[in-house]
């Protein structure tokens, strides 16, 4: 997919979030700090990786910036609802920022943190795959947790399967 226009990825964008939102909301509170194996991301690190490298790598570089992430501890924010406080803010900065690229900016290169250049396009693209790629981890842990997670367009695989031809 490329893309050409920032007004229809803001677009498109949004639509990426609502569905991660959705899995945010059903997060158990008592459940953030939850991690399957000691030493990897809890569920709390996952929300704020997503909302940090959103905002400190992906905005920063798509500027012609450097990264300033410097990772997902708790002191970004701690506890539920000062996560989904912080990962909201990240979001609403980042958006500040994309919207004020032109269709002429997404053509650019801008340099990743590896020090390779990238067509801007591209770097979103990559950053909604990077967010895609997260949820999923969320929705391992909660299935992990069974806690029953929202179906991201609307029917469960099951629902699918149940209202297909036999």
């Not at 498109?12 to 008592?30: A, H, K, L, M």
């Not at 391992?140 to 806690?147: A, E, H, S, T």
């Amino acid at each position: 997919m490329e893309i050409t226009s920032i007004k229809s990825f803001l677009d498109y964008y949004e639509r990426i979030r609502e569905r991660t939102n959705r899995v945010v909301q059903v997060i158990p509170p008592d459940k953030i700090d939850w991690s399957y194996k000691p030493g990897k991301f809890t569920i709390a690190d996952i929300v704020r990786h997503i909302a940090a490298i959103e905002r400190y790598m992906y905005a920063e570089n798509v500027q012609g910036k450097p990264s300033c992430y410097h990772g997902c501890g708790k002191e970004l924010a701690d506890g539920y609802e000062n996560i989904v406080t912080y990962f909201n803010a990240m979001h609403q900065e980042s958006v500040e920022i994309f919207s004020r690229l032109s269709d002429e900016d997404l053509q650019r290169k801008c340099v990743t943190p590896g020090g390779g250049e990238i067509t801007t396009w591209k770097w979103l693209r990559a950053m909604v795959e990077h967010e895609i790629h997260h949820r999923a981890q969320l929705y391992i842990y909660l299935n992990m947790l069974d806690v029953k997670t929202p179906p991201i367009f609307g029917l469960t695989a099951e629902e699918v399967q149940a209202n297909s031809l036999k």
